[in-house]
């Protein structure tokens, strides 16, 4: 009975994650899918929900299994053949520890949009030496060489 239940708590991860990619493809700002800054905004938080809630189902199965094999290790009346925590059961601890993480920070993007609304800055372009210096106009070009040398001298 406890395998049905892990399985089923991890394959609901399994399809919640894959919810949850889809949400946070939409709720990103790179995408043109999604409508206005506040609701993709709203709908990234939807996404780390989903996540969070993708990683306590597998972080929940895990531990349910991890829970069974240390009871039955441990238990001195058991004759069945006894199991030990493998690799598996890591992998998926970490699994779930990253998809609670991802998920936490998808839900602290809507409360960077909540502030004030981003001003753009005008670029004024940058002023060279060679610009700023004041030109004279000769009929005849001056063949002596520049008195410093900098960068714009060779430009």
């Known amino acids: ?66 829970n069974r094999i240390t009871s039955e290790f441990f238990d001195p009346s058991f004759v069945a053949q006894k199991y030990e925590l493998g690799a598996a059961l890591f992998i998926g601890w970490a699994g779930a ?3 609670i993480i991802g998920g936490s920070i998808f839900c602290f993007s809507i409360a960077e949009n ?9 670029y004024n372009g940058a002023a060279s030496v060679m610009s700023s210096r004041p030109k004279i106009h000769n009929s005849v070009p001056d063949k002596t060489p520049p008195k410093h040398f900098d960068k714009n001298a060779y430009v």
């Open 97 to 99: 520890s990253l998809c």
């Open 1 to 66: 009975g406890y395998i049905q239940a892990c399985r089923g708590l991890m394959i609901s991860a399994v399809c919640l994650g894959f919810f949850g990619a889809i949400f946070g493809l939409v709720g990103m700002k790179c995408t043109k899918v999604g409508g206005s800054d506040q609701t993709k905004a709203k709908i990234a938080c939807l996404a780390g929900l989903i996540f969070i809630l993708s990683g306590l189902c597998s972080m929940t199965s895990c531990s349910l299994y991890a």
């Open 114 to 122: 909540s502030n004030s609304p981003r001003r753009g800055y005008a």
